[in-house]
Structure formats: structure tokens, C-alpha cells
């Protein structure tokens, strides 16, 4: 039988394609219609198919190499670390090596070439910079086992890390022309806008003649830096020494340096954090006795006291009375302010970081500032935990036991972030005693 003529062949096409002009009845055209449909359904699954065993193969490949550590067993994992099994090089450029070659006391923070890593550091670098990244919530005997297993591999300054990091703090918040307000950023008769709060200040003239009139720190980079956290972990730590040879000294919140202390955590201050809650809580808003508050700061010397002034409008008069009582006694310590916009702009940075809380901690925030303002960083009394690796109980500070107010700062994963800068070799974290001088 000969196939159908050519043009009949083309009027059937076009009658399935919908096209007009064919001749047929209402029940030829509802049975091309269904077959369209089918046709689309059929191809529709096809393409659903293949997408899902796509992605079935993507999360298989995932689980197997760094999965997250809730389908791993992470506790092997990190015994893998502190026992030194050999494990698959990967190149994450941890700049750690076996401690056999130098201890966590070391003070050196020199630039050196970079090391070829053993698989052991190689391994616990791993567990350090992808698996952190994996969850948000860690115990605290997580946290003590990674950092057991971080002493046991030398730290080495990484320059490349470092300027990338450094780099994108000063993106986003520079430092050198913005922590502090200034005559240069802040105009005569500008409003300046709190940093947490819908609200503003005018800057008039009064105020404008508090402000220096250039940023302190401008043109003055400082080769080795201390920033002294209060942790209890700085108790017989026979770190004073180490601190006070430092360049630049940050403290925070105003602690105790004096007497037998000052052999654990030095007496050199440049920079120390005031907030303000210290202020009313211990010296009564410097309405009655000023002279107590004067006298208990002269421990530090010509340092600069550095406050939150224009975070929230309830501190706004204590820094101020803070900077006319200094004026006023002619004291040796200078007070300057926050930039509320630096301050900002750095809680934007850490939140791009996954850090979220009411407040960045005074340690983060000098310590963000340390690393644009600083060659070689150095932590010390940087410790969140309430015991040592040793599991031996401390003292949230090293002066007392008051912990912060609940869901304020978000010290664990503040932690984290440090923990990691020193992994890449940003910075250093002292973690256990210094060497005696």
C-alpha cells in the first residue's frame, strides 16, 4: 500500500499542531490535544528525573568527603587529630606544624617561608576551617578538643592571609581614618546617628572641641601588638612580661594591672575600652567622688580611654563626664569615643560571618581594630570556657566570676571566628602559659 500524498502527510501535522484548516471534526482535534499533553507530561518527568539523581549524587559526594559533622562521627574525627593519624594532604595553607618544632609559647611572630605541612596539621586544619563552617553550636569540650589539638602544631604567621584579611576590614570599616571621631570625619555642626539606635546628636561646638582633631592612630603602624582579654585562663600564666614588651597594649573594660596580677598580665596600656555600665556600676556615674575614678586609672598611664558614647543616647553623659573629669583633673589619660558608624559597619562585617548578637564583644571589637592597625597580633586572656583543657575549673575573668548577660554577646562564635583567624595565621592566640622572662 503507497504511503498517503505528501500534502495530506503536512495537513495532519499542522491539524496536531493546533493549526487551522484541516478539515477534521471535534474528535480528531481533542485526541491531537491529548497527545500533545502526554507528550509534554512524559518529557516533563524525564527532565524531574534526571535532575533528582543529579542532586542525589551532588549530597553522596558531599557526605563522603566534609560532610556535616552530625552525619560523621566528629569525635573521631578529632581523635584522628590529637593522634596524629596521617590523613589525605589537602592544601588549605594552615600555617601549623608538629610542636616538636616549637611550642605555643614562642613569642615569634616573625614572617618565615611557608612550611610544607604534615598530614596531622593537615588533618586537624581541616577539622579547624571546613567543619566550623558546617554548624553553628559546638560544646565546650568540642571547642577544648580542637584547641588541645591546635597546640600540638607550631603556629607561623601567614603575610598573604593576613592582608587579605585586613583588606576587607578596611572595606568595610577602616579603622585608621574611622574608630574614633574625629574634627577630620565628624564636621562642626553635623548630626552624628547612634549606632543601635533611631536617634542623633548635634555636633556643636562644645563637643566639637572634645573631638582631636585628627585620628590618633593615623600614620602609626605598629609592628607587634598585644590585645589583652580578661579571661580567668590569664591567672599564673606568667604572661606580664610578654604583654609589656608588646608596641601597643588594647585592654578592655578597665581591669585590674596592679600588684601580683601584673605578673600574669602585664601593666602596658595604650588603648583600654570604658563601658559605660562600669562607670555608673562602680563609680556611681561620677556624680559624688570623682577623684576615687581618677586615682583607680592613673594605673594606665598616658592611654587613650576609648568609649561607646554615641552607641545608645544612655551613655552619651557618662562618656562625656568621663572626658571632662580627665579634663578637669588634668590626668595623663586622654578619652575619646567610638565612631558609632565604625561600630556598625563592623557588626555588618562579623554578621556576614554568621556572629549574631545584641552586641559584638569590647574584645572583638579591638581586636578587628588590632589587626588593621598592627603587623603581628598577639591574644592573650582570649578564653570563654569555664575550665582548661586539663578540664581544671577557672574564673570567667581573671579578677572575678561575673558572666556576661544572657544572649548579649555571642562569645562561642566569636570564638570560632578567632579561633580560625589564628588557624590561617591573622593572628595568634595565646592558649596556655608564656615563657618566663
Known amino acids: 500500500m503507497s504511503p498517503p500524498p505528501l500534502k495530506a502527510r503536512a495537513r495532519r501535522r499542522r491539524c496536531c499542531a493546533g493549526g487551522g484548516g484541516c478539515g477534521l471534526g471535534r474528535a480528531r482535534a481533542a485526541g491531537c490535544g491529548r497527545r500533545r499533553r502526554l507528550l509534554r507530561m512524559r518529557a516533563a518527568v524525564a527532565l524531574l528525573t534526571v535532575l ?3 542532586l542525589l549524587c551532588l549530597y553522596l559526594l558531599w557526605l563522603t568527603a566534609d560532610g556535616p559533622l552530625s552525619s560523621r562521627d566528629w ?4 581523635r584522628k587529630a590529637v593522634n596524629f593519624t596521617p590523613g589525605v594532604p589537602r592544601k588549605l595553607g594552615f600555617p601549623l606544624e608538629p610542636a616538636a618544632l616549637a611550642t605555643n609559647s614562642s613569642t615569634n611572630l616573625g614572617i618565615k617561608k611557608p612550611l610544607h605541612l604534615p598530614p596531622e596539621c593537615k588533618s586537624l586544619q581541616d577539622t579547624l576551617l571546613s567543619s566550623f563552617m558546617k554548624k553553628k553550636r559546638y560544646s565546650e569540650d568540642y571547642y577544648l578538643e580542637i584547641i588541645t589539638n591546635v597546640q600540638n602544631c607550631r603556629w607561623q604567621r601567614q603575610p598573604e592571609e593576613y592582608k587579605k584579611f585586613r583588606s576587607k576590614l578596611v572595606s568595610c ?8 571621631i574625629s574634627q577630620n570625619n565628624t564636621p562642626l555642626g553635623s548630626n552624628i546617628s547612634y549606632e543601635a539606635e533611631r536617634a542623633s546628636f548635634p555636633i556643636e561646638k562644645g563637643i566639637f572641641r572634645m573631638l582631636p582633631v585628627s585620628q590618633p592612630f593615623v600614620g602609626r603602624p605598629f609592628n607587634q601588638c598585644a590585645v589583652v582579654g580578661n579571661g580567668g585562663i590569664l591567672r599564673d600564666s606568667i604572661c606580664g612580661a610578654e604583654i609589656d614588651k608588646s608596641d601597643f597594649v588594647f585592654r578592655c573594660n578597665l581591669p585590674p594591672i596592679t600588684g601580683n596580677i601584673s605578673r600574669d598580665v602585664g601593666n602596658k596600656t595604650n588603648l583600654v575600652t570604658v563601658n559605660p555600665s562600669i562607670i555608673g556600676r562602680k563609680y556611681g556615674e561620677l556624680n559624688g567622688n570623682k577623684s576615687a575614678f581618677v586615682n583607680s586609672i592613673a594605673t594606665y ?3 587613650f580611654l576609648i568609649l561607646p558614647a554615641f ?4 551613655n552619651t553623659d557618662i562618656s562625656l563626664d568621663v572626658y571632662h573629669t580627665l579634663h578637669g583633673f588634668k590626668a595623663k589619660q586622654k578619652a575619646i569615643f567610638f565612631h558609632p558608624k565604625y561600630l556598625k559597619s563592623l557588626a555588618q562585617f562579623w554578621r556576614t560571618k554568621g556572629v549574631h548578637a545584641f552586641r559584638l564583644s569590647s574584645g572583638l571589637m579591638i581586636t578587628s581594630a588590632a589587626i588593621e592597625l598592627c603587623e603581628n597580633v598577639k591574644l592573650y586572656g582570649f578564653w570563654p570556657f569555664s575550665k582548661t583543657t586539663n578540664d581544671t575549673p577557672i574564673n570567667h575573668h ?6 556576661p548577660k544572657p544572649g548579649f554577646h555571642a562569645m562561642p562564635i566569636e570564638y570560632r571566628e578567632i579561633l580560625q583567624l ?6 595568634k592566640l595565646q592558649f596556655s ?5
Open 52 to 54: 533528582a539523581s543529579l
Open 75 to 78: 569525635r573521631g574525627e578529632a
Open 173 to 180: 570599616c577602616d579603622a585608621t581614618h574611622n574608630l574614633v
Open 301 to 303: 598611664g598616658e592611654a
Open 311 to 314: 552607641s545608645f543616647r544612655r
Open 398 to 403: 581573671y579578677y572575678d566570676n561575673e558572666l
Open 422 to 427: 589564628h588557624g590561617k595565621g591573622v593572628l
Open 433 to 437: 602559659k608564656c615563657e618566663a622572662a
